[in-house]
């Protein structure tokens, strides 16, 4: 692939805002991104965020970003099968479909809309609501976090907002569709999701494409969830496997506000996920449940980052990976309680199940404390899957096969457990095909919601 240069970048930059007649404040931010990608290197391989994948991976050729504005849609297409399902049986508060760089259709359900909930293209959300779009696009994964960032600020073409105001808590998740589509170079995309004081909202963030393309794909999604907000992201990624993807993940929350992620990394030939989450006001929660599956030679790499900067504050992480093949896994977690976050309580733990030889794990698990007054612990485990458990199952009348489809079961079932019934089951279904063990059958398993450990 040929990789733009900074004339490149700015020059895309100012396409997307012509060819999308984007407001003078919108053009400025993406001029003022590329100025700082200019000026911001490629990350140092020394760091552990980028030690075992090398940045250049990731470069974009940016050229073909905004050379004509995407089709007008004929009509609302339908629905994909699964949300399709979803929504007729009222089981969504909302949906919108996100492909390449155009929203094909995007639909809230009458009591969110009442409700005064915002659901839209990123774009027209900029020009028609400017002032609950423009305080928060890009100030937390903005140009200033790294040069991918930057990038992405700069020459994103598709994008949602999602708004859901103070003290609106909606029953039903939100499902949102991001589709890279086949036959372009690059997808370059971005959402913006702010939950206002006292809201509640479960968000289910898809991104995927085919087996054909793109080639690379650069993501950032931004959370904000003010004082008291309740909210729940469960991100899957399932793109195809020629695909190269960053995802930059950043989240604010506010006091008394309380963050789950669910993350399901199933696709991509390679797969880079940067996940930071401030922990701003006294007696702010995140958690973060992942599960990651790869196969053939994928390589998966996560990085988290837990940053405690007030009092009272809670974080806790698990994340789950099952590799088979030549598959490899990487995971960088850091864990940074500042010197004001008194009395935070901070828990980290990265389990990984290695169902051959020749699969490959990294983790690098990290704690930062600038204060005494703490209670952070954190950990890692690797390895195949335990001899005794399987002769124990053997033991009871199970062929060796089964007892490793249950064993493998157990072990992802506490991250497949916190997300909504009808995408639990689709991953399920999405696990049996590539793992081809069974993990959809529910004999083994913790019980639902209670996140019990098998493994």
Known sequence: MTIATDADLLAAAVRVGD???????????????????????????????WRFTPP??????????????????????????????????GAL????????????RADLGPDAA???????????????????????????????????????????EGGLFLFVPGGVRLAAPVHLLREALPGSAAAVTRLLLVVEEGAAVTVVDEAFSGADGPAVVSAAVELVARAGA????????????GVTAFESRRAAVAADARLLHVQASLGAGCFKMVHGVALAGRGAEARFTGVAVADAARVLDHHTAHEHEAPDTRSDLHLR???RDRARSI?????????????????????????DPSARVESIPELEILTDAVRCTHGATMGPVDPEQVHYLMARGLPREDAVRLIVAGFVEPALARMPEDVRGRLREVLDGRLGLGVGDRTLGAEEGGGEEMV
């Open 19 to 49: 060819v999308h007649d984007e407001p003078a404040w919108l053009r400025g931010l993406r001029a003022r991104a590329a100025e700082l990608h200019a000026a911001t290197p490629l990350p140092s391989r020394a760091v552990h965020l």
């Open 56 to 89: 250049e991976t990731f470069e974009i050729d940016v050229s073909p970003l905004g050379r004509a504005a995407p089709p007008a849609p004929g009509g609302d297409p339908d629905w994909p099968a699964p949300v399709a399902a979803a929504w007729s049986r």
């Open 93 to 104: 508060d909302g949906a919108a479909w996100l492909r390449g760089p155009g929203v094909a």
């Open 114 to 156: 009442r409700a005064g909930v915002v659901l839209a293209g990123l774009r027209e959300a900029a020009a028609r609501h400017t002032g609950l779009v423009q305080p928060y696009l890009a100030a937390l994964a903005g140009p200033e976090e790294g040069r991918f960032e930057a990038l992405n600020t700069a020459a994103w």
């Open 230 to 241: 309740d909210v729940r992201v469960v991100s899957v990624q399932r793109y195809g496997a």
């Open 321 to 323: 990976v099952v590799l």
């Open 331 to 355: 995971y960088t977690g850091l864990i940074r309680v500042d010197g004001g976050a008194v009395n935070a309580d901070a828990y980290q733990e990265n389990r990984n199940l290695l169902l």
